[in-house]
């Protein structure tokens, strides 16, 4: 594999190991002045004063999502604003930036200019999502009032605005995790079943959850595109490849490293919420391998730090922060030696996100938990991305051969025919276009058209 292509190199962002030292500080809410009327406790955004004078309706229903600056999570965002949905975004920003925030108010106007209709509502909360006590208090803002008809809590149910929660709030690095297993279990899991605690004590039981292909492990390498029932929670009959019915019983088999144990674990815990409160409706997305970023050049992969994703590292070569693009193992049983992933458009996986939505909402899947893979279905090698990218940008990137890296299989690929007849979901842009437009958003980087996060 290269220097930073993960077997999942989604980024995800909004927790932390410190859940309880700046308590104060991460219940401040960052607001545009598109969202809501400005009071003593509410910093508006800079960026849109005097835009639009929208009032603050009280019955105003939501998508909260957690780790909504991160790279898949500002996308998410962007798509769900495009969309027409109102959205609360909470993100510690220990791998992201607070100016994305303004990013995405600054597409979401241009886009609802164009349609000559009012931008959908946007708050934003500085928080641990696994902080219990701060989720809470900011879900206490969302609680209808029981003076609003089909609302409140007269029956003595409670009722909340947020209609989904989409939760990207895990750690995500593969080789990190080796070196550093209790930061994820901590954060990943333990973090996890706080935040779900919290959500069940406002009623708010429609979750997305940002889940991996790792947790398929070394079955990966079995040479077929995955089908979901290669990792069950429960018993499952299903055909095969091959068009044989095989029965599986729920576990995992062959998990490489803890990163991909924390997502099989996650989804094992909210598998069994979902049969222990028949309320739940959970969705769990097995990522493949996002990469790209929106066309505007204006969103991008932009972790803090240095990155661990594979087109990241390739710029940060091609602009000479970097000497080389290390490749860890040119001998995997593949058509050229490097690892192949099933690469998949940033934006594809965001519309993958809001198709679970909208399944849920329409009830076309049934409540309870279900996993579906956001893939192309199409494995691309190391060499085949560095490829594009040289034809694209007409720039050799130099490498350097390693030994293979700690807790990578040799290829990963997904077969997405149930999200593409449950869902009604399918990637739709090429690899070609995803070099092309993380290539256009470094160029306008360069041009200092998108300053640098702070």
């Not at 996308?75 to 920003?93: A, Q, R």
Request: proline share 4%; glycine share 10%; with cysteine.
């Amino acid at each position: 594999m290269a220097d930073s292509n993960e077997m999942d190199n989604h980024s995800e962002s909004g927790s932390s190991n410190d859940s309880s030292s700046s308590r104060q500080s991460n219940l401040h809410s960052l607001s545009s002045c598109i969202s809501e009327p400005e009071t003593p406790s509410t910093e508006r955004s800079l960026l849109f004063e005097g835009s639009f004078n929208i009032s603050w309706h009280p019955d105003t229903e939501f998508i909260v999502v957690v780790g909504g600056l991160g790279y898949i999570g500002s996308h998410t965002c962007l798509e769900l604003i495009k969309s027409g949905f109102n959205i609360v975004i909470i993100d510690n920003l220990s791998n992201a930036y607070r100016n994305v925030f303004d990013h995405l108010g600054e597409l979401a106007e241009k886009y609802w200019e164009t349609q000559g209709r009012p931008v959908p509502l946007m708050r934003f909360y500085e928080a641990d999502y696994g902080d219990a006590d701060a989720i809470r208090e900011i879900l206490k803002e969302f609680i209808k009032p029981p003076t609003l008809e089909g609302g409140g809590s007269n029956d003595g149910v409670l009722r909340s605005r947020v209609k989904g929660v989409i939760h990207f709030g895990g750690f995500k690095s593969v080789s990190q995790s080796i070196q550093e297993p209790l930061k994820y279990y901590t954060n990943n899991v333990a973090g996890m079943i706080r935040f779900c605690e919290a959500l069940q004590d406002f009623n708010i039981k429609t979750l997305i959850f940002s889940s991996s292909a790792t947790v398929y492990g070394s079955v990966a390498n079995i040479g077929v595109p995955l089908m979901e029932e290669y990792c069950t929670h429960k018993a499952e009959t299903f055909m095969d490849h091959n068009g044989q019915f095989k029965t599986v019983q729920g576990g995992c088999s062959g998990l490489t490293n803890p990163y991909g144990r924390t997502k099989w674990m996650c989804e094992a815990i909210l598998s069994d919420l979902a049969v222990a409160d028949p309320e739940w409706t959970i969705v769990a997305l097995r990522y493949f391998n996002p990469v790209g970023c929106d066309e505007s050049g204006i969103l991008g992969e932009d972790p803090r730090g240095v990155p661990t994703n594979l087109m990241p590292v390739i710029m940060r070569v091609m602009t000479g922060v970097s000497p080389a693009l290390l490749v860890f193992g040119t001998d995997y049983p593949t058509a050229d030696g490097t690892a192949v992933r099933d690469f998949i458009h940033v934006t594809d996986l965001a519309h993958g996100h809001i198709a679970a939505l909208a399944a849920a909402a329409d009830g076309r899947i049934p409540k309870g938990f279900r996993t579906y893979n956001l893939g192309s279905g199409t494995g691309a090698s190391v060499l085949d991305i560095v490829r594009v990218v040289e034809r694209l940008s007409d720039t050799k990137i130099p490498m350097k051969i390693v030994d293979r890296r700690d807790g990578d299989v040799g290829t990963c690929v997904a077969n997405s025919m149930r999200a593409r007849l449950e869902l009604d979901w399918k990637t739709e842009k090429s690899l070609e276009t995803c070099c092309r437009d993380i290539l256009n958003f470094f160029a306008c980087r360069k041009e200092g058209l998108v300053p640098v996060g702070v």
